[in-house]
């Protein structure tokens, strides 16, 4: 029988989570969730945590759904721990994204500015969950969705010395829940691969003869259609030019780097209404909670799909379903590259298509890039490696570092005037700066 911990129960998404259990009762003997929060988090907890044992209880089953602030009790011997926790909550993610802002740069919960000091705020975090985990769950696999995805599993592996670890992120899942009907296909007919790093991977597509049809799905995904973007990231449209040089899709995230003015102008705006994403994700969550304080409600409201994480369920759940089972799922997951990805370093994670069975993931090889995308990977991954070091160390020049080589900071004054900003606005999250 199962104990199953999510750190950060207290989210939003929670009943994602539990839905995705619930359809997967079959596959899963479960029987124990912990959702594990903070002092902080407590009314939160309690809300989404009544509401996820309605929905248990309604699907006619006697899981047990335990709400706790003490995660070591949660954590002893936990067969799956997940983790969506936001160090410093919804408060930090606005300074996160209106300091940067404030001097027209881009404000994004996992890209510049803001994505390096999540990671700052987030390492110190983690790696104390893995160490309670060596301790209270040896066996344990750590599902991790707490952002930045890739960096966070980065530091898990490389600093936290443990290799039981999955990274995972709704984008890929979204493409191939999306994409296939673009061109009159179901996804068991195609065959996806996909490699990069989290929320900077491209990917490529064949049908069931062999033929490759990337290009096919680059002409639907012009003209009108989003298909397949997270509702957090506006939608400026890449160049068709560009796609056709580059002969592969690539996720929405690259906006910011292809697009990178207009998306900075689009961000200014939106700061000046004081609607950044931030600002508008607390209101969605206000109105999320609103739905679980109903005492009848007992099902996934459809409103979670305002939130840009919508579908993460699938990704999470099939991820344990796999390893439980041994199903050898093709998964898109952050993983240890071993090669994979050979114009990335071997023994650093990567966000590639891979097999997932009871040994963990098993990577596809996904072959080199073409000179373009292999620059662009080459630089962000190095960055994240100089990120998470920093965020391990406290070393205030390599956060200069980091900060000089994210492309969507201009270098100089200003560059480390909002990193002075964001140190001392987030000091109470960074006790190794
Ligand atoms: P949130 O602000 O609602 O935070 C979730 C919970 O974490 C809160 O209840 C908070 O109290 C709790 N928390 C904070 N610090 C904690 C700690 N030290 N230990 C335990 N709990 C703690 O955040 P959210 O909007 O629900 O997002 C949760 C996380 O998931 C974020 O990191 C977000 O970036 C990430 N996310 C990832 C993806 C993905 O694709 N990987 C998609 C969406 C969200
Ligand atoms: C996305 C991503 C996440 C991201 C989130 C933001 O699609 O994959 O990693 O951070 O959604 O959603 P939100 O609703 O919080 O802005
Ligand atoms: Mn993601």
Same mark, same amino acid.
């Given at each position: 029988?199962?104990?199953?911990?999510?750190?950060?129960?207290?989210?939003?998404?929670?009943?994602?989570?539990?839905?995705?259990?619930?359809?997967?009762?079959?596959?899963?003997?479960?029987?124990?969730?912990?959702?594990?929060?903070?002092?902080?988090?407590?009314?939160? +907890?309690?809300? &989404?945590?009544? @509401? %996820?044992?309605?929905?248990?209880?309604?699907?006619?089953?006697?899981?047990?759904?335990? #709400? =706790?602030?003490?995660?070591?009790?949660?954590?002893?011997?936990?067969?799956?721990?997940?983790?969506?926790?936001?160090?410093?909550?919804?408060?930090?993610?606005?300074?996160?994204?209106?300091?940067?802002?404030?001097?027209?740069?881009?404000?994004?919960?996992?890209?510049?500015?803001?994505?390096?000091?999540?990671?700052?705020?987030?390492?110190?975090?983690?790696?104390?969950?893995?160490?309670?985990?060596?301790?209270?769950?040896?066996?344990?696999?750590?599902?991790?969705?707490?952002?930045?995805?890739?960096?966070?599993?980065?530091?898990?592996?490389?600093?936290?010395?443990?290799?039981?670890?999955?990274? +995972?992120?709704? &984008?890929?899942? @979204? %493409?191939?829940?999306?994409?296939?009907?673009?061109?009159?296909?179901?996804?068991?007919? #195609? =065959?996806?691969?996909?490699?990069?790093?989290?929320?900077?991977?491209?990917?490529?597509?064949?049908?069931?003869?062999?033929?490759?049809?990337?290009?096919?799905?680059?002409?639907?995904?012009?003209?009108?259609?989003?298909?397949?973007?997270?509702?957090?990231?506006?939608?400026?449209?890449?160049?068709?030019?560009?796609?056709?040089?580059?002969?592969?899709?690539?996720?929405?995230?690259?906006?910011?780097?292809?697009?990178?003015?207009?998306?900075?102008?689009?961000?200014?705006?939106?700061?000046?209404?004081?609607?950044?994403?931030?600002?508008?994700?607390?209101?969605?969550?206000?109105?999320?909670?609103? +739905?679980?304080?109903?005492?009848?409600?007992?099902?996934?409201?459809?409103?979670?799909?305002?939130?840009?994480?919508?579908?993460?369920?699938?990704?999470?759940?099939?991820?344990?379903?796999?390893?439980?089972?041994?199903?050898?799922?093709?998964?898109?997951?952050?993983?240890?590259?071993?090669?994979?990805?050979?114009?990335?370093?071997?023994?650093?994670?990567?966000?590639?298509?891979?097999?997932?069975?009871?040994?963990?993931?098993?990577?596809?090889?996904?072959?080199?890039?073409?000179?373009?995308?292999?620059?662009?990977?080459?630089?962000?991954?190095?960055?994240?490696?100089?990120?998470?070091?920093?965020?391990?160390?406290?070393?205030?020049?390599?956060?200069?570092?980091?900060?000089?080589?994210?492309?969507?900071?201009?270098?100089?004054?200003?560059?480390?005037?909002?990193?002075?900003?964001?140190?001392?606005?987030?000091?109470?999250?960074?006790?190794?700066?």
């Amino acid at each position: 029988a199962l104990k199953l911990v999510t750190i950060g129960g207290g989210s939003s998404y929670t009943p994602e989570l539990i839905e995705g259990y619930i359809k997967r009762r079959e596959q899963l003997p479960i029987k124990e969730i912990w959702l594990v929060d903070i002092e902080a988090g407590m009314e939160k +907890l309690k809300i &989404v945590g009544a @509401m %996820a044992q309605r929905m248990v209880k309604a699907a006619g089953l006697d899981w047990e759904v335990h #709400l =706790t602030l003490d995660r070591q009790a949660a954590l002893k011997d936990a067969d799956f721990v997940s983790t969506q926790f936001r160090v410093g909550r919804l408060p930090a993610r606005i300074k996160d994204e209106r300091i940067p802002n404030y001097y027209g740069l881009i404000g994004q919960e996992t890209n510049g500015a803001g994505g390096i000091f999540k990671a700052f705020r987030t390492v110190p975090v983690i790696l104390d969950i893995v160490a309670d985990m060596k301790r209270l769950c040896p066996q344990a696999w750590l599902i991790n969705f707490t952002n930045p995805s890739g960096m966070i599993t980065e530091a898990i592996r490389t600093y936290g010395h443990w290799d039981r670890v999955i990274g +995972l992120c709704n &984008v890929p899942v @979204m %493409a191939m829940l999306s994409e296939p009907e673009l061109i009159g296909k179901t996804l068991d007919q #195609l =065959t996806y691969k996909f490699a990069g790093i989290d929320h900077f991977h491209w990917h490529r597509v064949w049908d069931e003869s062999g033929q490759e049809v990337t290009m096919t799905i680059i002409d639907k995904l012009f003209g009108d259609n989003d298909a397949g973007l997270p509702t957090n990231i506006f939608d400026v449209p890449f160049f068709k030019d560009q796609l056709a040089a580059m002969r592969m899709i690539p996720c929405g995230y690259h906006r910011y780097y292809y697009r990178q003015e207009e998306m900075t102008a689009h961000g200014l705006a939106e700061y000046r209404e004081n609607k950044t994403r931030a600002q508008q994700v607390t209101q969605i969550e206000e109105e999320l909670f609103e +739905l679980y304080r109903d005492p009848e409600l007992d099902y996934k409201p459809k409103q979670l799909a305002e939130r840009g994480g919508a579908h993460y369920s699938d990704a999470a759940c099939e991820a344990i379903a796999s390893i439980y089972r041994d199903k050898k799922t093709h998964m898109v997951v952050s993983t240890l590259n071993q090669g994979s990805v050979p114009d990335l370093p071997s023994d650093h994670v990567v966000e590639v298509s891979a097999q997932i069975g009871a040994a963990g993931a098993v990577p596809m090889a996904f072959g080199h890039f073409q000179p373009a995308e292999r620059g662009w990977l080459q630089l962000m991954k190095n960055m994240e490696l100089v990120i998470v070091e920093a965020a391990v160390t406290g070393d205030y020049g390599l956060a200069l570092q980091a900060f000089t080589m994210n492309p969507l900071i201009p270098s100089g004054a200003t560059a480390k005037r909002v990193l002075d900003e964001l140190l001392i606005a987030h000091q109470a999250y960074l006790p190794q700066f």
